[in-house]
């Protein structure tokens, strides 16, 4: 299952860290998933979904 929101499609992105003296180094932003069992047309799936999207009801809990 790759780290990805089942909902949204929030995905990992990468960035940069930037240090007091402006050194540029790679870094990775990951999402706050959460697996969680959702009521998906009367079956029940164990999906992975980010706190926003539980936070805001766009799924129902198993």
């Known amino acids: 299952m790759p780290y990805r929101c089942y909902v949204c ?12 003296s ?4 790679k870094r990775v932003f990951k999402p706050n998933l959460r697996r969680v069992k959702i009521n998906e047309n009367g079956t029940i799936k164990t999906v ?14 198993a």
Not at 9 to 20: F, L, P, Q, W
Not at 48 to 61: F, I, S, Y
């Open 48 to 61: 992975k979904v980010c706190a926003h999207c539980l936070r805001a009801g766009r799924v129902t809990r």
């Open 9 to 20: 499609d929030k995905r990992t992105v990468a960035g940069n860290n930037i240090s007091h």
């Open 22 to 25: 402006n050194i540029h180094t």
